[in-house]
């Protein structure tokens, strides 16, 4: 315990959060007050750094004035580093993850806390909004970085203001806005494996009171993974994604913002590279899986059953609107009313064994309809600034998947089985009222208090079933005659799992409620210099799996997890402004973690299942340092590190992913590297009097990590395949997650009045081999690689 306070004292000490100040393209009246509350940036000729505004707190705000950890990059910067995805913020925010689960869903991670789960309906730790608009699920996000104002990264738990509770933190894309003159761009690229990227807006005011905006981009590419057995290729990219913005001020008070956006991704399904073969049934492993080669380590090889009866591709869209209303009673109280509705649906196809062959092909649909109400009061009245509000939203999710296995072990062991099925629907509904008070004693003193009350309601019902082919339901109808005597009758397409040996429909129900709270001081010591330190409490909804299961057991939820941070840090701008330096230690409480797990098979058959579980306790400590320098016109240099420290505090006994049972305790979280460092550096000067010249680069760094919860030692003594391999073991590192350094370069000439830039670029220029995922699935060991060294050029034009 002492030790542990020890920690705290010393993070304490430091502080947090990358804030790479950049400038902002056409904003608005309130992000340009708050700038010149905050104090001029330093005048061009010295150098200086210039500060971002962010809305942290449903305010505009200088960001080295908000009492948390935040990471902003404004959509000019954005476009210059190449970062076009979410995805890719990883690249340039130290202590921020991104994985993809085992079945291709993103998964997002702060300071060590995410969820890695593929199952429609299971919210994120990471919780994700554009313009404060909720994106429900990350699934939704794929191109929320479209024509971008600027991006802000919230640290720690963010229940309190945002829509969505989250226990990592929260994501919030700021869209560019429509303009008050005619403005345009365009960003086109081409790059390797024959990518053309293409990316545009217009902006213009239609009357006096009325403007509007649209941006579009298309993403065309070729194939990127290519057969290590056969000459084939995987990997096209078909996107399409688009937003129209309309502002309407009819009156001096009111402000409406309606959004309309959307996209359609055809793009191939990325295919795993295996690592070994696993059989889920060990004495009934087929010799053509268990001798089939191995992935060279090349990001690009990999292998895939070319099925025409399961193309390895997508049919995935998105559509969302929203409507916005600000009205202002005078000039201290606001109104805002935020009105959404989205639609998502998906289609594909994904190849999990790695191999030619149909040991385990994934097909799934599912769609998700959302609807999301805000409604929130704000004050400022100088020393006391307040928010109260409430949110309401209601989804409906159903998720159906079809799994083709007749090359499998279960195939050739379990009576012939060479297909089964799963599906289910869950209606959800969350209420939520919410407060926020900032009250500043004087020039040097603020404190802030906030607290939300939410509730959750879940209904589940769903199965394992039938593929429709009659095969698994003739196979179960003579197993579970065997188990429970009797005859039963299942027929073809219905349900195969069970629920005390009845099969049927699983039934069950989640509902939840939770108050979340946030308290915190922050020391204006000097106009530059700030000291902070907040506690808050942050929960994450339980969910219900999507998964193939044999008695409805597994299918039971997970039940909230929830957070307790302590955060303190500093915030402080030196040297005329030439120098930021932000720095922050953390520490968080960790109670119920919700994982993706395994438990045995009740009927002993399958072996280790997979099933949602519950960590009852672990902890997270670590600490952030950001600091950024321009010593001269043109010149930016920036370096971020974040240290991570994770583990399970208590006893908690479950399977590892080759089927021994054991102790969690004194395990580290997956994904998630202790260290993780960025640097970067760009210049820009003038060639002549009409063309300027930049160059830059970039680097980041993590350490290694392990992609499931799991010893090492132990799984070193586990047999990998008894039947065609008697005496090897699985290798003691098949789930880590090697350490890697990847660095991304430009150079390139500008106009002087940044009208159009053109440069040539590169990504992962080293060509650095890794991963973002290594884990077990039915017979197969496997890895999900990282995009290999990529290179191409850009053309930025504006007017």
Known sequence: MKSRYALLICASATALAA????????????????????????????????????????????????????????????????????????????????????????????????????TLGSASTVALYVDEVPLSYPVEARFAALDLERVEVLKGPQGILFGQNSTAGAINFI??????????????SYSRFNTIDVRGFLSAPLTDTLKVRIAAMTVQSGDWQKSYTRNDGLGEKHQFAARFLAQWDPTDALTLLLSVNGWIDRSDTQAVQLVEAFPLLPNAAPANYSFYPRAPHNARAADW?????????????????SLRGDYRFNENVTFTSITSFSRYNQEFALDVDGADIQD???GDKGKVRSFNQEIRLTADFDQLKLIVGGNYSRDKVHQANQYRLKDSSVFFGFLGNRSAGSFFDEPIRNIAAFGNVDYSFNDVITVHGGIRYTEDKRRYTGCTTDAGDGIQAGVFNIIYGIAYGGTFNIQPGGCTSNTNGVPGLARFKLN?????????????????TLLYANVSRGYKSGSFPSVNVVANEQLEGVKQESVLA???????????????INAAGFYNDYSDKQLRGRILDPFGFFGILDKLLNIPKSRVYGAELQVQVAPATGLNMSFGGTYTNTKVTDDFFAYDPVGNLFNYKGLVFPHTPKWAFNASADYEAPISSTLNGFVGANISYHSKA??????????????LDPLNRPGVKVPRDAFDEKAYTIVDAQIGVAHPDNKWRAWIWGKNIFNTYYWSNSTQSFDSIYRIASMPRTYGATVSLRF
């Open 19 to 118: 804030t790479p100040a950049m400038a902002q393209s056409a904003p608005d009246a309130a992000v340009q007050d708050a700038a010149v509350q905050a104090g001029p940036a330093e005048p061009a000729e010295t150098g200086g750094l210039e500060d971002i505004v962010v809305t942290a707190q449903k305010r505009a705000e200088s960001a080295n004035r908000v009492g948390m950890s935040i990471s902003a990059f404004s959509g000019e910067t954005l476009v210059q580093k190449g970062v076009t995805a979410p995805s890719e913020l990883v690249r340039i925010i130290p202590g921020f993850t991104y994985t993809e689960a085992p079945r291709g869903a993103p998964v997002f991670a702060i300071r060590g806390i995410g969820f890695d789960d593929s």
């Open 512 to 528: 939840e409620n939770n108050v979340s709270w946030r308290a915190g001081v922050d020391f204006q010591v000097t106009p530059t």
């Open 566 to 580: 302590y955060e303190a840090g500093i915030k402080a701008g030196l040297f005329n402004r030439m120098v930021q």
């Open 706 to 719: 392990i992609s499931l919860f799991a010893d090492r030692d132990l799984i070193a003594q586990s047999a």
């Open 305 to 321: 059953d070319p099925s025409p009866e399961f193309p390895l591709e997508r049919d995935d869209n998105f559509f969302q609107a």
């Open 360 to 362: 385990f092909l994934i």
């Open 175 to 188: 869209a560019a806005k429509p303009t008050d003159s005619v403005s345009g761009g365009i960003d086109a």
